[in-house]
């Protein structure tokens, strides 16, 4: 069977070719650029990029598994969460594709993607046994997600106000160190003192699993209004906020292993990429004697591949969407899990 994935939730236009569970093809299309001097990403000009770059990238993802579109068998496409305009771009050019090639469809739940993308690193029918834990850490979303079985996912927790991307770019940019931020806090985080200075970690009493990063945005910006900072100590600021965030993550997914028992954690999206993180979250895991995955960097990042995977053994089952599948901005994820 061969999979068309697409994926337009944020700012990356992708596009994979699936062909019987292997990888034929990955293509992504990154609006970094478009988006950079705003310090963020701007919804509208997301969607009017997706409009531009979708159709090349499906064309590129095909031509590069070398497979011409009327050899697809189906289609899986995210219809949920993310940016309503960026979403409707891939969701409407799916749905052309599967009523002009009477071919199947089925929307997929862009943080099932995240969670499944593990399975992408592993050989076709040896996916990571259930039940793992997928702490998924990106720039549009933070959440601890127990996946018990195929389909089978509850949230113990997510955050409260920003994602943790959101938190670095956030940061880069009240540093003036241009979008995304986190990899250049990670690369000067390496020539500074994780120790040097003390940024508050929110712990939320009520909802343990739960993260928050809007208090400390705040006392960051309290700390560089009062210390206008210079270059030389920009690595002790970048490694002291990156640890502070790390921290937070840390501690909330190692409690929520030693709470669940589960043996493995799967660390997914844009900021699994971190260094800090990788290191810190594979000593607290390897502590508890959990094995810790990490989806090399393309996987990890908004990627079609992952919405194909995800998508796949419902299609091969025969399940499909009808045209009228709608996206949805707020898309639930996993049932509410409580110990
Ligand atoms: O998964 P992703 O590509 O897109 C979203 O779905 O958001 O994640 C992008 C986010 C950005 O916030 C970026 O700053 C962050 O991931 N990021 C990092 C690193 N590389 C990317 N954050 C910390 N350290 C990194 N090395
Ligand atoms: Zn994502």
Redesign the pocket.
């Known amino acids: 069977m061969v999979v068309l994935g697409i994926e337009s939730?944020?700012?990356?236009s992708a596009a994979a070719v699936l062909r019987d569970g292997r990888l034929a093809a990955s293509v992504v299309s990154s609006q970094d650029a478009v988006h950079g001097p705003y310090g963020g990403?701007v919804p509208e000009l997301a969607s009017r990029h997706h409009v531009r770059n979708l159709l090349p990238v499906i064309d590129a993802a095909l031509a590069r598994a070398g497979v011409a579109v009327g050899q697809v068998d189906a289609v899986a496409v995210t219809c949920g969460p993310?940016l309503v305009g960026s979403l409707l771009v891939g969701l409407t050019l799916a749905k052309g594709i599967a009523q002009r090639r009477r071919l199947p469809l089925v929307g997929v739940n862009?943080l099932e993607g995240?969670l499944l993308a593990v399975n992408l690193e592993r050989p076709a029918g040896d996916p990571l046994p259930f039940p793992f834990l997928g702490l998924i850490?990106?720039?549009?979303?933070t959440g601890l997600y127990l996946a018990r079985g195929a389909g089978d996912y509850a949230c113990l927790g997510r955050t409260r106000d920003d994602?943790?991307?959101?938190?670095?770019?956030k940061a880069?940019k009240l540093l003036g160190l241009g979008?995304?931020?986190?990899?250049?806090?990670?690369?000067l985080a390496r020539d500074g003192d994780p120790k040097a200075i003390r940024f508050p970690r929110a712990t939320l009493k009520r909802a343990r699993f739960d993260f928050s990063f809007s208090g400390f945005k705040t006392a960051l910006r309290e700390y560089l209004g009062q210390h206008p900072t210079s270059a030389e100590a920009l690595p002790d600021v970048a490694a002291s906020l990156?640890e502070a965030?790390v921290d937070m993550l840390v501690d909330t997914t190692t409690e929520a292993l030693a709470t669940t028992g589960v043996e493995r954690l799967v660390v997914?999206?844009?900021?699994?990429?971190?260094?800090?993180?990788r290191t810190r979250m594979g000593a607290a895991a390897a502590a508890l004697g959990v094995e810790v995955f990490f989806p090399r960097?393309a996987f990890?990042?908004?990627n079609a591949a992952m919405i194909a995977l995800a998508g796949a053994p419902r299609l091969a089952a025969g399940a499909h969407d009808g045209l009228d599948l709608g996206a949805d901005a707020d898309l639930a994820f996993g049932s509410r899990w409580s110990p």
Do not use: K, M, W
Not at 9 to 12: E, K, V, Y
Not at 137 to 141: M, R
Not at 179 to 187: C, F, H, Q
């Open positions: 939730s944020c700012d990356d990403v993310g862009h995240h850490v990106s720039g549009g979303h994602a943790v991307g959101e938190a670095f770019d880069a979008y995304p931020g986190g990899p250049v806090i990670d690369r990156q965030l997914s999206g844009g900021v699994a990429a971190n260094r800090r993180l960097p990890c990042t908004d």
